[in-house]
């Protein structure tokens, strides 16, 4: 049985910094990317960035850029998503999966979703 199994969140005041963590078991995904993405309430799943298992190789969505960074520690089969200058919009809850489909930015194309981890920004 394949588990991702996101922690790291938690609550942080604006301009400050979080670490969130997406360890993987089972199944080993050396030949996928991983991705993740965020949902705030009452609004969509959006896309945050990915990285690729084996050549490390980063994409990220335009508003992440330049404050989140995706890192993969093989040997941990561990995914992280650093954040810093965190804003009080980047309040949602961020998951991690596994990218399965064409595109690399579409809910979709993604499987195997952790149950996802809170983080919220103060102001």
């Known amino acids: 049985q394949v588990q991702l199994v996101e922690s790291g969140g938690g609550l942080v005041q604006a301009g400050g910094s979080l670490r969130l963590s997406c360890a993987t078991s089972?199944?080993?995904?050396?030949?996928?990317?991983m991705g993740w993405f965020r949902q705030a309430p009452g609004k969509e799943r959006e896309f945050v960035g990915c990285?690729?298992?084996?050549?490390?190789?980063?994409y990220y969505a335009d508003s992440m850029k330049g404050r989140f960074t995706i890192s993969r520690d093989s040997a941990k089969s561990t995914v992280y998503l650093q954040m810093n200058s965190l804003k009080p919009e980047d309040t949602a809850v961020y998951y991690c999966?596994?990218?399965?489909?064409?595109?690399?930015?579409?809910?979709?194309?993604?499987?195997?979703w952790g149950q996802g981890t809170q983080v919220t920004v103060s102001s």
């Open positions: 990285i690729t298992w084996s050549g490390g190789r980063t």
């Open positions: 089972g199944r080993t995904f050396s030949s996928y990317a």
């Open positions: 999966a596994v990218h399965v489909g064409p595109t690399m930015t579409q809910v979709t194309d993604y499987a195997n």
